[in-house]
């Protein structure tokens, strides 16, 4: 599996658990896990975007 094959799986990965965790925090009022789950579905868009822009250089 190429590189930014494997960057845009596992970048909508990361935004499908932070969007769980953000959902289970709202829910449970737990402001920090909410908090971690907006992290780490950020850091999933920015891995997914960089996994696109890998794919636009490789041709």
Do not use: Y
């Amino acid at each position: 599996m190429k590189a930014s094959t494997k960057d845009i799986a596992q970048g909508k990965m990361h935004q499908a658990k932070g969007k769980v965790k953000e959902v289970v925090g709202a829910a449970l009022n737990n402001r920090d896990l909410e908090i971690e789950g907006q992290d780490e579905s950020l850091n999933g868009k920015i891995q997914e975007k960089i996994g696109h822009v890998e794919k636009i250089i490789e041709r």
